[in-house]
């Protein structure tokens, strides 16, 4: 509450008397930590090397040997909802999060926006002195909001944190990142060829940030919630951190799985007679059928290791190589920011909570994929045609994912992945350290929480009493409890009985020590949720749910069925949603502006996303540009959309325009004039495609046209893409090509602006209705968790 005034007010301020008290800045208590918060993508139970697994990060193990290791922390199964609930301490249907923020539909439980009266853990500390600082993946931001015309009340700056900078969405690509910094787009300050990646950018703009406030007030604490796009897809490292994990997978992901299991064991990580379960835990996709008595999609379906090629072997075995120097790269960033706060003294103050969002992902299906913008425009992802990209996977030049027989390995010892309720989905690696507050050396810890539980043990190790209102909004209850009982204590007795699940038709309800989850699958639009089997397993033993003890303990499993729906009701999970992604995309949602028949675009604005150009998918176009061209020389991108997976450009080289489109990053198709550019003042360049056509379906075929003017001076037959330019990012310009570059004709680097004459605008006219490929892209939107 605001401070009444003291003070004395007379006419003359010689006889007034001062209060400053209404007036100060919130101050924190002398000597209070501050608070770093790491939170992986798509990292499984079993990735890190302190959990048992082969990947070296030797700098998070400098974080758990200084601190205490969970071993039954979990998640909700998917990024944004578990995001949701590590910054607000509710579950994340409270939260209206019940899927990603793409996924929205509408309800109070999936809305993609977390109401006010569920504030963020950054609103909290930031009202009481601390400085908050995000870098890294956002992830809690309706897809209308996330561009330069929407609101910010859901971007980082409108949910507290004082400084941000990474991208908005689900993932980016990490050598071509969709960038926003604190309110707006920016561009990355170097090039892939300079040395650029997402992980080393956003550490360097997490220590610039900490050393900006240090300089003006060295005691001041501040909370940094550090979010890497590792290890979410697309897999991209450096080269040399691939090659250090070169044969080290050569064996295959079931003997991975019972390598790390045994490593496991010895950790006391699980208990000493956990098994494995079997490749494919839920039986074959191919014998189990959805309400159309189709089959479910293979998608979900692990390949065994010995039924592989030699070609196969080589191409998935590079993929977990990686993957895994994927991830090394990354804790070698946390390694610097562990550095500089040595460096500067405040390590030991500094409380450290290390966690992934979810499961490892199984989305790459069981062949993975080195450009996932073949699956989003239903092309075939052959492995005949990845091979010839081996030696390129982690690079630029590819947006890739492994095969989930990697994921199954990196959640040992538990079944299933990312989106499933099982363990696989929502059990994962979560470090506490607080070297001056607690004495825990590299212990493990076994009490059962949840990422609600982070928020209210973060606010008591600080001290900190939750206020009831946040800029005038009524605070709800938390969900979570606090775990700093257990950091020096390893025998205390769990202060968490029970936690309800729901994930895309998947549920689950833990109460106790034992767990009820249903075998129902995920999107696959069966529906009938009264009739789905409930499988019984007492975790506190059965880490691995092999033992489904529904059949020896029908009351047992009753009551915590009759639970589930007493705690959905209570966090308003209802309804349920286990729509084919197909139909959840389907869903109309609130757009920034309609779509319309002709869009106008100018030089130097902010890139436009996807999700609010223009769409020429299937459709006839054309794309003009008014520009004065005063002499000779000119060059430089007109209009661009897209990347090097996909994209097209209309652009000036040469003194001639030239038009490239990028089919998915197959192959570019090129038309070229046959004149040089006119000189004068309010010239129409233009490119024009007509489609004729349509092979395969949805696939347009059609002639493009160049006219100066209304002359006609270059044309070809070219098809365009089904789906979207762009799982992430890479939206679209004028006067420049930002991040990725569409083509390679380029010359240097993109975004290569438009130079030697003037964009007045560019205009793009389309008829027709346009085709979307609505399934395609529901797939790609999953891709994205």
Not at 510 to 523: F, I, Q
Request: aromatic share 10%.
């Amino acid at each position: 509450m605001p401070q009444p005034f003291t003070g004395t007010i007379n006419i003359d301020i010689r006889d007034s008397q001062p209060d400053w008290t209404p007036f100060e800045p919130p101050r924190t208590p002398a000597g209070a930590p501050n608070v770093v918060y790491v939170v992986l993508d798509d990292v499984g139970f079993s990735a890190l090397s302190s959990y048992g697994g082969p990947i070296e990060t030797p700098n998070i193990d400098r974080i758990s040997d200084d601190g205490v290791r969970y071993t039954q922390w979990h998640t909700t199964a998917l990024c944004s909802p578990t995001r949701s609930c590590l910054l607000t301490g509710r579950n994340h249907t409270r939260n209206s999060m019940a899927c990603i923020t793409e996924a929205a539909v509408g309800f109070p439980n999936a809305s993609g926006t977390v109401p006010p009266e569920n504030g963020m853990l950054s609103e909290i500390l930031g009202e009481l002195g601390w400085n908050t600082y995000l870098v890294g993946k956002w992830h809690l931001c309706p897809t209308d909001e996330m561009n330069v015309a929407a609101t910010r009340r859901n971007w980082p700056s409108g949910r507290g944190f004082e400084r941000s900078y990474g991208f908005l969405g689900a993932e980016t690509n990490q050598y071509y990142p969709d960038l926003m910094h604190d309110n707006h787009p920016v561009d990355q300050p170097t090039s892939p060829e300079e040395g650029y990646h997402f992980s080393v950018d956003i550490t360097d703009k997490a220590i610039e940030f900490i050393k900006d406030s240090k300089v003006l007030a060295p005691e001041k604490p501040f909370f940094l919630y550090y979010a890497p796009g590792a290890a979410h897809a697309p897999h991209h490292a450096p080269k040399e951190w691939s090659d250090r994990y070169a044969g080290k997978f050569d064996d295959g992901y079931e003997v991975l799985r019972e390598r790390i299991l045994a490593r496991q064991k010895e950790l006391g990580i699980v208990p000493p007679d956990t098994a494995l379960p079997q490749l494919n835990p839920i039986g074959s996709y191919e014998t189990r059928s959805g309400p159309d008595g189709q089959p479910f999609p293979m998608m979900d379906e692990t390949r065994p290791w010995a039924s592989l090629s030699g070609d196969e072997k080589r191409l998935f075995s590079r993929m977990a190589e990686v993957y895994a120097g994927f991830l090394s790269h990354a804790d070698h960033q946390i390694g610097r920011l562990l550095d500089y706060l040595e460096e500067i003294g405040e390590r030991e103050n500094t409380l450290i909570v290390v966690v992934s969002d979810n499961g490892a992902s199984g989305e790459g299906g069981p062949n993975g994929s080195v450009n996932e913008m073949k699956f989003m425009n239903g092309l075939p992802d052959e492995v005949a045609d990845n091979l010839p990209m081996l030696d390129e996977l982690g690079g630029p030049h590819t947006y890739n994912h492994y095969p989930n027989g990697w994921a199954m390995a990196f959640n040992t010892p538990f079944k299933m992945w990312k989106r499933y309720e099982y363990n696989g989905g929502t059990c994962d690696p979560c470090i506490i350290s607080w070297p001056a507050g607690s004495g825990a050396r590299g212990e493990l810890r076994d009490q059962y929480h949840h990422a609600v539980d982070i928020v209210p043990t973060i606010l008591d190790v600080l001290g900190v009493v939750p206020p009831e209102r946040i800029k005038g909004h009524v605070q709800s209850r938390f969900d979570g409890v606090s775990m700093r009982y257990s950091l020096d204590d390893r025998d205390a007795t769990g202060t968490r009985h029970t936690q309800f699940y729901s994930m895309l038709g998947s549920r689950a309800i833990w109460h106790e020590g034992w767990k009820a989850v249903t075998t129902h699958p995920t999107l696959s639009g069966w529906g009938r949720f009264n009739t789905d089997e409930w499988e019984l397993y007492h975790t506190d033993v059965d880490r691995a749910e092999l033992h489904n003890l529904a059949a020896e303990q029908p009351d047992r499993l009753r009551e915590l069925v009759n639970l589930w729906f007493a705690e959905a009701g209570a966090n308003q999970a209802f309804p349920l949603d286990d729509r084919s992604a197909l139909e959840i995309m389907q869903t109309p949602r609130p757009r920034m502006a309609g779509p319309r028949n002709r869009y106008v675009y100018y030089p130097n604005t902010s890139e436009v996303p996807e999700s609010q150009a223009v769409n020429l998918r299937n459709r006839s176009f054309s794309i003009g540009a008014l520009v004065d061209l005063p002499a000779p020389g000119a060059q430089g991108v007109l209009f661009a959309h897209g990347s090097r997976f996909g994209g097209h450009s209309l652009y000036v080289k040469d003194n001639r325009l030239h038009y490239v489109n990028n089919f998915v990053g197959l192959f570019e198709q090129k038309i070229d004039a046959t004149e040089d550019l006119p000189i004068g003042e309010k010239l129409i360049i233009s490119a024009a495609f007509v489609k004729d056509g349509e092979d395969p379906p949805h696939v347009s075929t059609g002639i493009l046209s160049l006219y100066y003017g209304d002359r006609l001076v270059g044309e070809g037959r070219i098809k365009t893409q089904p789906g979207g330019f762009a799982i992430a990012g890479e939206g679209l310009c004028a006067g420049r090509d930002s991040g990725e570059a569409v083509t390679g004709d380029y010359p240097g680097t993109s975004p290569w602006a438009f130079t030697g004459g003037t964009i007045h605008r560019v205009a793009v006219d389309v008829s027709g209705e346009p085709y979307l490929d609505l399934e395609r892209e529901a797939q790609a939107m999953l891709m994205r968790e």
